[in-house]
């Protein structure tokens, strides 16, 4: 114990027995894999972000319908964003010095009028070194624009999977959230702060039952056991306590906690902590998922590292989730 201070009141300090904590200064300097983000989409000082605290790989999908300058689009406009990522992801890593590999996948967000022309051009762009990943993928509940029957929805997640396997790649699904009730409504002329695209245009959910969300990923399940990939090559990004428990007892797939806009979607590292308590960190990952169509913190998963030592996890167990589960999976890293 410190000797008492010589100040004029008493303070905070002769309450703290510093003694009986011992800084986690690994922590500080701890490097990351972000699995899952935009960052070909995003400004040079962002990236930058990325690499002041402390990114040694991520992968940037270039799957996305929010960038697709038409709705419905057509395959061109897809292929706009795949070859985008791949002419920006070189320079990204020079200027940068984190690896950057990428993730290339037909989103169902907004329905596509030519998708098997997508199909056959993915396998050319899976011969790539640069491409680590399929995806983002899955069955979406409802769309943007225009409807996407969710038959048709479940063979094109089911055709990106059977590629995944014949290229032995891991996929990244796009799990929906179900998100909890906004606390009040933005004003019609605002919309949603941060997000780039008019969400009154979304259609009527083309899954009808009482749980879209969790009906959405269980279709994705489907279609994994008959694409016959490993679950363990399956990442499901966008986890949350609606997808959790099913994900985690039905299957052996690797889930991913986005927390880069935990202003839109609620989920926090505390989320990360919660799973980590119950099922462990095994099968456990963090990703931002930030893009510029988004407000987003480059910054997330940094303070995820912090946050979870905070809620109790011990530093063995996130740096599994931060780092050897996405080196393992993704193939990334040193």
């Known amino acids: ?105 037909i989103h169902t967000g907004v329905r596509i009028e030519d998708p098997d022309e ?20 899955g069955v979406t509940p409802s769309q943007h624009v225009s409807s996407w029957d969710v038959d048709e929805q479940r063979a094109i997640v089911q055709a990106q999977m059977e590629l995944a396997d014949t290229y032995e790649l891991p996929i990244i699904l796009h799990t929906p959230n179900r998100s909890a009730e906004s606390k009040r409504s933005y004003r019609p002329e605002v919309q949603t702060p941060g997000y780039e695209k008019n969400t009154g245009l979304s259609t009527e959910p083309v899954i009808d039952g009482d749980n879209p969300a969790l009906e959405a990923v269980e279709l994705d399940v489907e279609a994994m056991r008959d694409a016959g990939i490993n679950d363990e090559r399956v990442v499901a990004s966008h986890a949350d306590q609606n997808n959790t428990a099913y994900l985690m007892e039905q299957t052996d797939c690797y889930l991913s906690f986005t927390i880069g806009h935990s202003w839109l979607i609620g989920v926090t590292a505390a989320d990360v902590a919660d799973a980590i308590d119950e099922y462990g960190p095994d099968r456990i990952m963090i990703d931002t998922d930030c893009a510029n169509v988004l407000r987003t913190d480059p910054f997330a998963l940094k303070r995820a590292i912090f946050e979870l030592y905070r809620y109790g996890i011990d530093e063995a167990a996130i740096r599994k989730v931060v780092l050897e589960n996405p080196r393992d999976v993704f193939g990334l890293g040193s």
């Not at 300090?13 to 986690?24: G, K």
């Not at 701890?30 to 995003?42: E, M, R």
């Not at 051009?121 to 491409?131: F, G, I, P, S, T």
């Open 1 to 105: 114990m410190s000797p008492t201070a010589p100040t004029r009141r008493p303070t905070d300090a002769a309450f703290v027995d510093e003694d009986e904590f011992d800084p986690p200064t690994d922590l500080l300097n701890l490097p990351w894999i972000d699995v899952h983000n935009h960052a070909q989409t995003l400004s040079w000082t962002d990236r930058e972000r990325y690499a002041l605290s402390g990114c040694e790989a991520m992968i940037m999908v270039a799957s996305g319908y929010h960038w697709t300058p038409y709705k419905p689009v057509e395959a061109d406009d897809v292929r706009f964003l795949w070859d985008d990522a791949v002419n920006r992801r070189a320079a990204i890593e020079r200027n940068h010095f984190f690896e950057a590999k990428l993730g290339l996948g």
């Open 118 to 137: 997508l199909l056959d051009a993915m396998d050319d762009y899976c011969e790539l070194d640069a491409v680590a990943a399929i995806g983002e993928t």
